[in-house]
């Protein structure tokens, strides 16, 4: 009665529409689709979804895929829906009516993939009413959100450490693209996925030129960054809302469209902008990071930062978001003390527990460490995440624009000679 189901191969070209896998996606779909456990840490990029998607079509059941914003979550249903996937997502904006219809789907096996958010899926009620459904597998998407190491953690992702228990024949999938020594050693202990099998990639993304600059005029110096990347697509990160809106206020009248976006804007504000940024030669936008997580955009030009993230992983993540489609792109950032002293104020005022304060000024400090150094910044955010580079990447600042050529001393002899001239008049 029920139909054969397909092969990850066929999956990939007829309803994604795509000829091949890319780089470990095949092994790892293999593995998952066999009922293996696995932990995926992939750069941002990496196509990281299609890992838990084609299993989910190439095995009996649903796979329950967990995912910590709601319009992530909205965006990636719409999609598979126009692939003529059977997909559907179990959130708080749902009416009841929804709701319900989606769980008698579920029943009914009507579903290949869910949607939910980690508070749903924790919750007891829910958890006994999967016990009733076909599964085909879990996903945990953006993983490192499970772990206080890493810099976006959400407690309710703990609960998800009982999945293990409640549905041991059930494969399960952790995904991230951070992945630090701690988090990731933190995120497989957390969700008991001790005996999963780990798949990682290189962490560079060679096509990205990282340049750090110490802030003089940061304004200016953004205006000259973006007017040599006028007409392409970027963001531009800023650390409070009204950091946004000047910046882009300021930017367009120097005639730099740019448009803002923060949580404190209109959803359909924010929504306008966004779609505005997501058109092929769309705008610069200046965001908080309240932007980005799951946009899917392959042709980001460049990501500037105005002000200092919170960490390296931060910073990689926010980064990645250039360059996807494997093209030159560009990381900017611009930073001075006053950011420095500004981030450690956040964190002594912060209300993590002191445990947390401490690791939170280890990365603060192991950022600082990559904005002064003077040899490759590649190699340096490389060996953040266990990596070793040989250095000499040849497309970062520090590689580009070797110390000596800094010619610092002219600038020195000219500011004397500046201030002996003051004096002799
Ligand atoms: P991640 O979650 O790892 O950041 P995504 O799953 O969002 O990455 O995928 C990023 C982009 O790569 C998407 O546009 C996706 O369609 C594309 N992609 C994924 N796998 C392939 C592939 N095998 N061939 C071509 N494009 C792919
Ligand atoms: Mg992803």
Redesign the pocket.
Known sequence: ADKPLPHPEEVLKSIFG?P???GE?AEIIRHVVDGGDAVVL?P???????CYQIPALCREGVAVVVSPLIALMRDQVEALRQSGVRAAALNSTLTQEEARDIREALTAGELDLLYVTPERLASDGFISFLARVPLALFAIDEAHCISQWGHDFRPEYLQLGRLKERFPDVPRLALT?TADPQTRDDLVHRLQLDDARIFSASFDRPNIRYTIVRKDNAKSQLRDFLKAHEGASGIVYCLSRKKVEETADWLTAQGILALPYHAGLDRSIRDKHQDAFLKDEGPVLVATIAFGMGI?K?DVRFVAHLDLPSSIEAYYQETGRAG?DGLPSDAWMAWGMSDVSLRRRMIDEGASPELVKQVERTKLDALLHVCETATCRRQALLAHFGESHAGACGNCDACLTPAEMWDGTEAARKALSAIYRTGQR
Do not use: I
């Open positions: 795509l091949s896998f890319r996606q992939l941002t990029g990496a196509g990281k979804s299609l693209a899917d392959p996807r």
